[in-house]
């Protein structure tokens, strides 16, 4: 039933459905009913967090292999290196979603992302745009990882408004 909450990510529901069954396990065995609980109020938030710490993994493997076939589609001479401005535009392309491949949707959506404005536009476009975990785009921005969580959830929800 959790694992419903993923479906139509992308994530394949096989293995949603794997992962959640291996959470259930494990919060059966953490389980201590003398805390006063029901087993269903302490395994939901398990399962949930299993499913939401696999989904990340999942993406960011996802975005990893594309960031590689971006780079390995540049157009480079034998022995070179990618310069660190085609290596940017290789990512950008690269991390874009799928649903959004059209030159003009790629258009919109850095100009959303432009029109958000600092931080919420930078925290947005290193997470999404350059694949960047929170701590990651935190480091590179010199604040916190819990600073980057709360500007990614309004900058989100600013897009969606949007």
Known sequence: MCSRRFFGRGIPAEELIQ????AICMAQERFDPARG??????????VLGALKAYSRRWFQAQYEQKAICAVAALPLSEGD?????????AFQ??????????????????????????????????RYLCGLTQRETGQR???????????EAEGLRRLREG
Do not use: N
């Not at 290196?81 to 535009?89: E, K, N, R, W």
């Open 37 to 46: 609980c029901q087993f269903s109020t302490y395994a939901v938030p398990v």
């Open 19 to 22: 992962e959640a069954r291996a």
């Open 93 to 126: 392309e690269g991390f874009l979603p799928a649903a959004t491949q059209s030159f003009e949707e790629r258009i919109l959506l850095r100009d959303a992302i432009r029109r958000l404005g600092d931080p919420l536009g930078q925290v947005i476009g290193l």
């Open 141 to 151: 921005l010199g604040k916190p990882q819990w600073q980057v969580c709360r500007w």
């Open 81 to 89: 290196a990618p310069s660190p401005a085609q290596m940017a535009l």
